[in-house]
């Protein structure tokens, strides 16, 4: 991890679900979210900030090893990662979502995000959280499936170089 990356939490999923982080600080520039694991089925990873269920939109470019393409999101109730990188139950799939400016108060919150499993593709995804609430909690989760037991997610501040 680079200098600039503090841990400040990681979780270990004991049994299928999904993973929140919950009183983050409002100490750092941005905020980085790393999931390395499966789901109990074909999951979009997807995530919810400050528990709240609207005002997400994400756009995805996507790819397979045979066909590229986009998907768009608007009004969504989540925030997906991706498409074709998505979580299953074979194969151990990994995600980062970058999460700028997330303590400021004056701004929507932009997401840059990256979503890969070798036997079903790559996505690179931007989302925008249409909020200018400062993100206090971050919940990861697997939508159509739970992530499965194993999955390790962890939580990085970014210092300010």
């Known amino acids: 991890m680079p200098s600039t990356y503090t841990p400040i939490a990681t979780t270990t999923l004991g049994s299928a679900g999904t993973v929140t982080f919950s009183s983050i600080p409002a100490t750092y520039t941005d905020l980085i979210v790393i999931v390395n694991g499966k789901a109990t089925g074909n999951g979009q990873l997807s995530m919810r900030i400050n528990g709240g269920t ?52 004056t701004t929507f919150k932009t997401i840059l995000a990256t979503e890969r499993n070798s036997a079903t593709g790559v996505d690179a995804s931007v989302g925008l959280w249409r909020s200018t609430s400062a993100i206090n909690s971050v919940e990861v989760y697997a939508s159509g499936a739970n992530l499965a037991a194993g999955t390790v997610v962890s939580l990085y501040g970014v210092k300010s170089a």
Request: aromatic fraction near 16%.
């Open 54 to 105: 609207s005002l997400y939109s994400t756009t995805s470019l996507t790819a397979n090893g045979s066909s590229a393409g986009s998907t768009r999101e608007t009004a969504a109730t989540y925030l997906q990662f991706g498409y074709y990188g998505y979580f299953d139950a074979s194969n151990q799939a990994m995600a980062i979502a970058h999460i700028m400016n997330y303590a400021n108060t």
